[in-house]
């Protein structure tokens, strides 16, 4: 058991969410007043099924990487919104969300745990940025390289191709990061992969001589979440369970 103040604290002193201008607030977003946290429950997107999800397993506390309040959204506790904190606060559960600091955790952020289940070495934040870059020593054939990533995420990506036919350089951003292409473009590499796909990607691959992988938003999100989960739970003796409410987007 820890005190809800204590878990923030230590995410807070992990992620370092002053460091970043997000769209959204880091930490404790909803509180619930139940003060003391056994269970804890993690998901991607705190939405209404993910918040009935961990109702049923007695959370005290639920941990998200997408979150509310984000900029520009209308601020009225309303419809969807309403209804998924109104939910919240009759379970008793206190909702913490990291975005752009859970992307960038060299440890546990989305990134460096996506680089890893893919096999990727060297992996390393290419400047100050959220795109990484590492490398395939031995080198993978495109169609190699999507199967790999169907293994890893449970499904088939989107394959823009782009560039020649080996990867050996890699560069990734989780989410809906398929506008930093360039970036990955001037990095060198071989191929970047992203959550989601637009317009212009199919383009911009093809110009800039680089095969683009979408692997999903929700899909390449999962891991930083779970992590940081285990984590909390390793360190303060809670339970904790992730909770994959499906997405294909």
């Known amino acids: ?107 546990v952020g989305n990134n460096r745990q996506l680089g890893v289940r893919l096999g990727v070495e060297q992996a390393l934040p290419a400047g100050e940025g959220l ?29 823009i191709a782009g560039g020649g036919p080996e990867i050996r350089t890699l560069a990734w951003c989780t989410g809906g990061a398929q506008g930093l292409i360039a970036e990955a473009a001037a990095l060198g590499c071989d191929a970047f992969l992203s959550g989601e796909v637009s317009e212009p990607t199919f383009h911009a691959a093809h110009e800039l001589g680089l095969h683009y992988f979408g692997a999903g938003h929700h899909a390449t999100e999962r891991f930083g979440v779970q992590a940081l989960g285990a984590e909390i739970a390793a360190h303060f003796g809670v339970e904790h369970c992730f909770v994959d409410v499906l997405n294909p987007v």
């Open 1 to 107: 058991m820890v005190e809800l103040a204590d878990l923030v604290r230590y995410c807070d002193e992990r992620l370092r969410p002053e460091a970043f201008d997000d769209y959204c607030p880091n930490g404790l977003q909803v509180d619930a007043g139940t003060g003391d946290v056994r269970v804890l429950v993690s998901g991607v997107t705190a939405s209404l099924a993910l918040i009935e999800a961990a109702a049923e397993r007695g959370a005290d506390a639920l941990l998200v990487h997408h979150g509310y309040f984000w900029k520009g959204e209308p601020a009225p506790l309303v419809g969807p919104k309403g209804r998924r904190v109104r939910r919240l606060i009759e379970s008793g559960i206190s909702l913490v969300a990291y975005h752009l600091p859970l992307d960038a955790h060299p440890e």
């Open 131 to 159: 795109v990484w870059r590492g490398e395939f020593p031995a080198g993978l054939g495109p169609r190699e390289f999507g199967n790999r990533i169907d293994e890893v995420l449970g499904r088939a990506p989107l394959h």
